[in-house]
Every structure is written in C-alpha cells, then in structure tokens.
C-alpha cells in the first residue's frame, strides 16, 4: 500500500466521520434516534458498496444515495437560516396586521370622541378604543425590537455558509477517496486458461497414456513426426 492510497483511506475516514455527526442528528430529529441512526448508518453503508463498484450503473445509484446523504447534513447546518426566515415571515405578517388594528383603532376612537362632543354616554367606548389602540401600539413596538434582534447578523450568515460549502467539499472527497481506493484494488483474478493464447483443453492432443496401444500412432503428435519424413511430406 503506497502513501496515496493510505492517506484516501484516512481522509475517507475522516470524512465520513464528520457527515455522520449531521446526518444522524438530521436523521435523529426527523423520526426517532434509534431510527435516525439506521438510516444515516444504512444509506452511508449503501453508498460506499455502490461508489466502491466497478459497474457504472452502480456507481450511479450510489450518486442518487449520495445526494440522500448530502440533503440531510446540509438542512442540519442550514436550518438556523431557515429558522430566521420563517421569523422574519411571521413577524412582518404579524406586524402588518398590528398596523391595520392600529389604524382601526384610531378611526374608531376618532368617532367616538366627535359624538361625546355632541352627547354624554361615549366614555366607556372611548377608553376601550384607548386601550385597545396602546396595547396595538405596544404590541408592534415589542415586535420590532424583537425582529432586530433575532434578525441574524451577516457573519452567522457566513458561517453557516461556510459550513454548507465544507459539508458539500467532504462529500466530494470522499467520493474521489472511493476511487481512489477502488482502483487501487487488484482486479479479479480471470478464469483458468483465459489467458491470450491458450490452447482450449477440448482442442489438445490427448495423453499417450490413455489412448490404446495400437492407436497411438495414429494419435502421435506433429512434434514427434521423425524429420526426413516431415521433409518429404513438405
């Protein structure tokens, strides 16, 4: 075993050691953990006997499988992304509908306190319009400071990515490592008399042995023909 191969089969270790940490956990977290951790185990297993194959058609399952094994630590690393996106989403939703209670509200309270000028009777109205439209008011100033502090800094953002990048540049490694590996492999031993040039067993000269004494003349080979005679045949 040279170094090249040595260190294919180290940096394949290593490789997927790493991956499996995020694919168990996404496993994991998607059905049980002992279940999780069959899948993870049972689709890295499958990938590395396909990718290992020499047939083409298996090492292309084995990319479809790789795929399997890739979606899952990525969603892993990414899912704080995701996680602020749909808090984003939620939050400005939230907030549009705080803007039209809030101008609801004024409207409202608008009304009731031009008809207490005109008649007594609107007091209880005016301040359940009050507090309907603090509480709003409230609501939306603690939503905004909220939002900016979850909203998820450019450098977390980086990070993320830069573990996403790594995730997809390990599986690729590990893929070259299978090949690696596999051509460094000997090849199948060929079949008995497979060689370039043999003779097929069916087509040689029977032994002298096992052909009957008065037959083995007939059954003498070209090589023991005496010379003149060959001569003169020619």
């Known amino acids: 075993m040279n170094f090249r ?5 180290i940096l394949l270790i290593g490789c997927i050691g790493l991956l499996q940490v995020h694919s168990i956990a996404f496993w994991s977290a998607s059905v049980d953990p002992v279940t999780g951790l069959f899948w993870s ?23 479809l ?17 995701f996680a602020e996106q749909a808090g984003v989403a939620a939050a400005a939703q939230r907030r549009t509908e705080l803007q039209a ?5 004024e409207t409202a309270l608008s009304a009731f306190l031009t008809n207490s000028q005109q008649r007594v009777g609107w007091a209880g109205r005016i301040d ?29 953002q980086a990070v993320i990515g ?4 790594a995730i997809a540049v390990l599986q690729l490694v590990g893929v070259l490592c ?10 199948p031993a060929a079949a008995p008399g497979a060689e370039e040039g043999a003779i097929p067993a069916e087509s040689q000269e029977p032994p002298a ?10 059954h003498r080979p070209a090589s023991a023909t005496p010379e003149p005679l060959r001569a003169a045949v020619a």
């Open 162 to 165: 830069l573990q996403a990048l």
């Open 209 to 218: 042995a096992n052909v009957p004494r008065g037959m083995r003349r007939l």
């Open 5 to 9: 191969t040595f260190s294919a089969g």
């Open 65 to 81: 499988v790789t795929v399997l094994l890739l979606a899952g630590p990525l969603y892993q690393v990414s899912a704080p992304l």
């Open 101 to 105: 209670e809030i101008a609801s509200a």
């Open 128 to 156: 359940a319009a009050q507090g309907r439209l603090d509480a709003a008011r409230a609501e939306l100033a603690g939503l905004t400071r909220a939002g900016a502090e979850v909203r998820m800094d450019w450098q977390r």
């Open 178 to 187: 299978i090949g690696e590996l596999r051509r460094a492999a000997p090849a």
């Open 41 to 63: 185990l049972v689709l890295e297993g499958a990938a590395l006997w396909l990718w290992s194959a020499r047939r083409l058609h298996l090492r292309l399952l084995g990319a």
